[in-house]
């Protein structure tokens, strides 16, 4: 069963990185998409998936809570009879790109700053309409 819970854990750190790629290299592409004219970075869904997960990211900021996903992975790391950050491989190399120890109102600005990007990027390259 402690296997179990590792690789849930490790599942569930990936994911967490998968999120984190998305939106920051959503931005880089928008921005770069729509100088260059990309007409993939006006899909509509894709926009707003976007915008709702810096949007979820920075109220969680201001709210003072932390993310539900790193919450749920140190919870499957103690019952996988481990410490919070005992580590594996998968464990060791993804959270040296996920967590850092500052305080928390860095976080909430930097997420705030990422998201006001976000919304400029909204506004400057829209996404299209969707159509029904």
């Not at 899909?43 to 919450?71: D, K, S």
């Not at 930097?110 to 400029?120: R, S």
């Amino acid at each position: 069963m402690t296997a179990y819970y590792q690789l849930l854990a490790d599942t569930v750190l990936t994911v967490h990185a998968l999120i984190v790629v998305f939106i920051v290299m959503g931005l880089l592409f928008i921005l770069v998409g729509g100088i260059r004219y990309w007409a993939w970075i006006t899909n509509w869904w894709f926009r707003v998936l976007h915008l709702i997960a810096i949007g979820i990211v920075v109220l969680q900021a201001w709210l003072g809570v932390l993310c539900p996903l790193t919450t749920l992975e140190m919870w499957l790391r103690q019952a996988a009879g481990g410490e919070a950050y005992e580590t594996s491989f998968i464990q060791y190399w993804l959270q040296r790109l996920l967590y850092y120890d500052l305080p928390f109102w860095v976080f909430a600005v930097a997420y705030t700053l990422f998201g006001l990007a976000v919304l400029f990027a909204w506004l400057k390259y829209p996404p299209r309409k969707r159509s029904l």
